[in-house]
């Protein structure tokens, strides 16, 4: 798991369209200036990102910071069967063309972007336990 401070723009993330799975609206991604949002990277083939799902969701729930998934299956029927399955409760947007896997570049998945003014100011990238925690605490000096 790495877990550091980045501070780096995210150049154009506020200019592109995305493919919700929940609907077949396209939508940007409309971030307000001043909040930290959880970007989530996500597969139905990533066994960490299964078991960390349900924490995500806790997390979601409490409403301790905005959270957006973004699944990176091939497919996007696979994609919405995994959201269904697993009861995924935030907004998820089915990367399709791989603009924001590109845009973030992730060593690995599970990978976690903390952004806030479209900039990443941290992130975790890989298996972590007790994740509703760690985000907990993570963002706590930045809101």
């Not at 990102?49 to 409403?63: A, F, I, R, S």
């Not at 699944?71 to 994609?79: E, M, R, S």
């Not at 900039?119 to 963002?139: L, P």
Request: glycine content about 4%; some cysteine; charged content about 25%.
């Amino acid at each position: 798991m790495v877990h550091m401070p980045l501070y780096m723009a995210v150049d154009g993330i506020h200019h592109r369209r995305y493919n919700r799975l929940d609907r077949q609206v396209v939508e940007k991604l409309n971030l307000q200036k001043d909040k930290v949002y959880v970007i989530d990277f996500f597969a139905s083939w990533c066994h960490a990102c299964k078991k960390e799902l349900p924490l995500m969701n806790k997390v979601y729930n409490e409403n301790i910071v905005k959270i957006i998934g973004v699944n990176i299956d091939k497919d996007v029927t696979i994609a919405k069967t995994f959201v269904t399955k697993n009861r995924v409760n935030f907004p998820v947007v089915y990367d399709s063309n791989q603009a924001l896997i590109s845009l973030f570049d992730p060593a690995g998945i599970p990978a976690l972007y903390y952004v806030k003014n479209a900039k990443i100011i941290g992130m975790q990238i890989g298996a972590t336990k007790a994740i509703d925690q760690k985000i907990k605490k993570t963002i706590k000096g930045w809101q």
